[in-house]
């Protein structure tokens, strides 16, 4: 959506590589989630921040997988060492205040060869 | 924990046919919203609907119409005589409200989409 934006959207990766996938939201909001939505799939819940509070990492599926965010602001999902089984579209969303739905970016598109 | 339901993988329809997309929520929160999106071939998700527990009122919005039955642990959500810019995975999403209004943020819990196909 026009308030997050992703980057790349496409990002193709040989196995065993690391991956880094950057959500920046355009207008400042307290609360951002990452999600993974492979192939047929639902969205899969991931992490999220929440202002200065530690993230809930609950949903990261391994270790490999790591996210931080800077300044209350930019985010960064990192994979490590990538497997075949992360090719997925990872989506970033923040939560409005106003109606309090989340709007979603348009994802990037993770393809591990 | 929380579990939503979409029975329906796919549906196909003729454009001008009404067609309704159900889902099935399970939650031990007494307080909690629903929410509907739409996922175009584009991608993007597209906020549709927000719904909270305590709001049973059914709500129209041009040629939506969602149906909320506490009772039945049920969403359902109704496209009146559809046309193809309908056809997208329609996803339906539940999250405790509690965190939202105190300002929090909380995961939303999706069920597995349901691929609709809006024929000429």
């Known amino acids: 959506g026009a308030g997050v934006s992703q980057s790349p959207s496409n990002k193709v990766t040989e196995k065993g590589k690391d991956v880094e996938l950057r959500c920046d939201p355009i207008s400042g909001h307290t609360a951002l989630y990452w999600y993974r939505q492979s192939l047929g799939q639902g969205l899969e819940f991931l992490i999220y921040?929440?202002?200065?509070?530690?993230?809930?990492k609950s949903g990261l599926p391994s270790d490999r997988f790591s996210a931080e965010r800077t300044g209350g602001s930019v985010s960064t999902l990192t994979i490590q060492r990538t497997q075949q089984e992360d090719s997925a579209v990872y989506l970033c969303a923040v939560k409005e205040t106003t109606n309090y739905g989340y709007t979603f970016g348009s994802g990037t598109r993770l393809t591990v060869v | 924990a929380q579990k939503v339901t979409q029975a329906q993988t796919e549906i196909s329809v003729v454009e001008k046919e009404d067609v309704t997309l159900d889902c099935v929520y399970e939650t031990r929160d007494t307080t909690y919203y629903l929410f509907w999106y739409k996922q175009p071939p584009s991608g993007e998700l597209v906020f549709l609907i927000r719904r909270n527990s305590f709001d049973e009122q059914n709500e129209i919005s041009g040629r939506y119409s969602w149906n909320f039955q506490k009772s039945t642990s049920s969403f359902n959500f109704t496209i009146t005589a559809s046309q193809v810019v309908d056809s997208a995975v329609y996803f339906c999403?539940?999250?405790?409200?509690?965190?939202?209004?105190?300002?929090?943020?909380?995961?939303?819990?999706f069920g597995t989409g349901t691929q609709l196909k809006v024929e000429l």
């Open positions: 921040f929440q202002g200065n509070s530690a993230p809930d």
């Open positions: 999403a539940l999250s405790e409200a509690r965190k939202i209004l105190t300002g929090g943020g909380n995961k939303l819990t």
